[in-house]
């Protein structure tokens, strides 16, 4: 096995780890809008953290309209020390698969020494 093909296999449990745990959002709070652009409040589900709220601005699509209570994707733009929430409109919330993820899969760990 050459070393691409190491890249690729620890890449593919990395997305697996990722894939278990939840990262999603609800829409709590919906404010002004300015042109296309709509201020909202997110309830923030990532992974195993409390929930959070954040507030948010985010060009809303033609066609979408975002309700209070609605289940949304997001990810993480960060830039200038900030970050921004930004919604995924066309793709589906992640809710996880609530089974731990197992980074090294169990036919690996004999090769791994336990440490000292």
């Known amino acids: ?3 691409f093909d190491h890249l690729k296999q620890v890449r593919s449990w990395a997305d697996a780890a990722a894939q278990s745990m939840p990262q999603w959002a609800r829409i709590v709070g919906i404010g002004g809008r300015i ?3 709509t201020s909202i409040d997110l309830e ?3 992974m195993d953290e409390p929930p959070r709220v954040v507030s948010t601005t985010v060009l809303v699509p033609r066609g979408v309209t ?13 830039g200038d020390n900030h970050d921004h929430y930004a919604i995924e409109w066309d793709k ?11 980074v090294v899969p169990e036919h690996l ?8």
Not at 66 to 78: D, E, L, N, S
């Open 1 to 3: 096995m050459g070393l």
């Open 66 to 78: 975002p309700q209070v209570g609605q289940h949304v994707a997001y990810k993480v733009v960060t």
């Open 92 to 102: 589906p919330p992640q809710y996880g698969t609530g089974v731990r993820p197992t």
């Open 44 to 46: 923030i589900h990532f």
């Open 35 to 37: 042109g296309s652009f």
């Open 109 to 116: 760990r004999h090769r791994i020494r336990p440490p000292e």
